[in-house]
């Protein structure tokens, strides 16, 4: 018999009883295994037990520890937005608390100066804000937010805190000079309103880093000017209105001429703080004439 040459295009064919005793075989295999037996029963246990069952273990923790990380995350996640949060709040809560700080600080200075505007009530004044200064720590010279338009003019009195502040040494269309009473080059005549006798108070800046401006030229005869005695502008000064509280008498001492005396004075006004003053616009000279 020839052999039989398979030619090319033509599809391979299993014959029919090859096809069977295949699948005759695999059935038996399957049952062999399915029911077991004796020889196949141990070494299958022998696989499951060393192999499937470790490998099972091992999947059910790693899925135990996956569960575990994942609620984690969640409860990580959800104490991060809670943080986010209570941030936020202490940010708005502490902004609120700024202004109302801030609104607290400017109701105080407002009262000063309805106070003082009460205190002071013969005379006509205009609010004014403080928008410039000198360097330095102290409010010895600074720039006003009112001026020529507002009514202002040089040498008029400016008042804040309870007490004399300066005079207006210039002025523009919107806005003005305030030199201080502690300024180096100012000089202020006062009196003690107990005694009613006169002082020339001069400013000093070095000084006033403790708190005081020199005074001198008192003339006390009948030695009756004491400590934290009240000093007030003097009905003689040229520039200033009288009866405006300068201070008090901190210290006093006798001149070596044995006639006049001089100290120090604690000004009324708290010259490193100051936001808002007064400006009385009633002029020196205007009120002596009426």
Same mark, same amino acid.
């Given at each position: 018999? =020839?052999?039989? $040459?398979?030619? /090319? @295009? &033509?599809?391979?064919? #299993?014959?029919?009883?090859?096809?069977?005793?295949?699948?005759?075989?695999?059935?038996?295999?399957?049952?062999?295994?399915?029911?077991?037996?004796?020889?196949?029963?141990?070494?299958?246990?022998?696989?499951?037990?060393?192999?499937?069952?470790?490998?099972?273990?091992?999947?059910?923790?790693?899925?135990?520890?996956?569960?575990?990380?994942?609620?984690?995350?969640?409860?990580?996640?959800?104490?991060?937005?809670?943080?986010?949060?209570?941030?936020?709040?202490?940010?708005?809560?502490?902004?609120?608390?700024?202004?109302?700080?801030?609104?607290?600080?400017?109701?105080?200075?407002?009262?000063?100066?309805?106070?003082?505007?009460?205190?002071?009530?013969?005379?006509?004044?205009?609010?004014?804000?403080?928008?410039?200064?000198?360097?330095?720590?102290?409010? =010895?010279?600074? $720039?006003?937010? /009112? @001026? &020529?338009?507002?009514? #202002?003019?040089?040498?008029?009195?400016?008042?804040?805190?309870?007490?004399?502040?300066?005079?207006?040494?210039?002025?523009?269309?919107?806005?003005?000079?305030?030199?201080?009473?502690?300024?180096?080059?100012?000089?202020?005549?006062?009196?003690?309103?107990?005694?009613?006798?006169?002082?020339?108070?001069?400013?000093?800046?070095?000084?006033?880093?403790?708190?005081?401006?020199?005074?001198?030229?008192?003339?006390?005869?009948?030695?009756?000017?004491?400590?934290?005695?009240?000093?007030?502008?003097?009905?003689?000064?040229?520039?200033?209105?009288?009866?405006?509280?300068?201070?008090?008498?901190?210290?006093?001492?006798?001149?070596?001429?044995?006639?006049?005396?001089?100290?120090?004075?604690?000004?009324?006004?708290?010259?490193?703080?100051?936001?808002?003053?007064?400006?009385?616009?009633?002029? /020196?000279?205007?009120?002596?004439?009426?």
């Amino acid at each position: 018999m =020839s052999p039989v $040459i398979k030619r /090319k @295009g &033509e599809k391979f064919t #299993l014959p029919s009883k090859y096809l069977l005793f295949i699948l005759t075989v695999l059935c038996t295999v399957v049952m062999l295994v399915t029911f077991g037996t004796d020889v196949f029963d141990r070494p299958l246990n022998t696989v499951v037990g060393y192999v499937v069952v470790p490998f099972q273990q091992g999947i059910a923790k790693l899925g135990g520890w996956l569960s575990n990380r994942s609620e984690e995350l969640v409860q990580i996640r959800i104490l991060l937005d809670e943080n986010m949060r209570l941030k936020e709040e202490i940010a708005a809560l502490t902004e609120e608390n700024t202004l109302l700080q801030q609104d607290k600080y400017e109701l105080n200075k407002l009262r000063e100066l309805f106070s003082l505007n009460e205190q002071y009530g013969e005379y006509n004044k205009v609010g004014a804000r403080i928008i410039g200064r000198d360097s330095g720590n102290w409010y =010895s010279v600074f $720039i006003i937010d /009112k @001026g &020529e338009e507002d009514g #202002l003019a040089a040498d008029m009195n400016v008042i804040a805190g309870g007490g004399l502040v300066g005079r207006i040494t210039s002025v523009g269309p919107n806005w003005a000079r305030v030199t201080s009473i502690i300024s180096d080059n100012s000089k202020v005549s006062g009196m003690t309103l107990s005694t009613e006798d006169n002082m020339i108070i001069s400013g000093d800046l070095k000084l006033m880093s403790s708190g005081c401006i020199p005074f001198g030229q008192l003339l006390d005869a009948q030695n009756k000017v004491k400590e934290g005695d009240k000093v007030v502008t003097s009905d003689i000064s040229d520039k200033f209105l009288p009866n405006i509280l300068i201070g008090y008498i901190s210290s006093i001492n006798m001149d070596a001429n044995n006639l006049t005396k001089s100290g120090q004075i604690v000004p009324a006004v708290d010259f490193e703080h100051l936001g808002e003053v007064l400006v009385i616009t009633d002029m /020196k000279q205007a009120v002596e004439e009426n």
